[in-house]
């Protein structure tokens, strides 16, 4: 796979983790670019959604390829970023989640909960994460394609 770009985003309370998981994309290898829709610091207090459209409307415009998005729970940021037309959004604390949401359902988005999930196991998962792409000839495609479908017919 060549060098993708993420976008990242958080609100004010995830905004902690968010630093610390564009730090390890920007040396990562396999991340050609870091997209980073705010918030930068903790004294902006603008809602989860405002940046979780931002960032996942890039990734449905082609302007990022991935997005890893933060909240206190991982939630809303989850729910903003699926109701963006092309957008598969999922929140995942574990390994197996994680690789599942690329494998099984073409993710774009990963969201994860800053206070639910420590900064070590984010950090793991995020790299782990990068590591898996979706087969479009396996089995899941014709599962993921109806739901594009469904999503073109409304
Ligand atoms: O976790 C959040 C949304 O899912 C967000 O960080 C906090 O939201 P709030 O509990 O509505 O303030």
């Known amino acids: 796979m060549s060098p993708i770009t993420v976008a990242v985003a958080a609100d004010n309370a995830g905004v902690a983790l968010k630093k610390l ?3 390890q994309l920007e040396g990562d290898v396999r991340v050609a ?3 980073d829709y705010g918030v930068h610091d903790d004294s ?14 890039a990734v449905a415009r082609g302007d990022a390829d991935r ?10 940021m989850c729910i903003s970023a ?18 599942r949401s690329i494998k099984s359902n073409d993710c774009q988005v990963l969201t994860m909960g ?3 999930i420590g900064p070590e196991l984010a ?3 995020v ?5 898996y792409s979706f087969d479009p000839s396996s089995a899941s495609a014709a599962k993921v394609a109806y739901i594009t479908d469904y999503e073109h017919q409304s």
């Open 114 to 116: 800053s206070r639910v």
């Open 123 to 125: 950090k793991r998962l």
């Open 21 to 23: 998981i564009a730090e």
């Open 82 to 99: 699926n109701k963006v037309d092309g957008v598969r959004a999922t929140v995942a604390h574990d390994s197996y989640s994680a690789e």
């Open 33 to 35: 670019e870091v997209l």
């Open 127 to 131: 790299d782990e994460w990068l590591g």
């Open 44 to 57: 902006d207090d603008r809602a989860y959604p405002r940046l979780g459209l931002a960032a996942a409307e």
């Open 67 to 76: 997005a890893v998005l933060i909240c206190g729970t991982g939630i809303g």
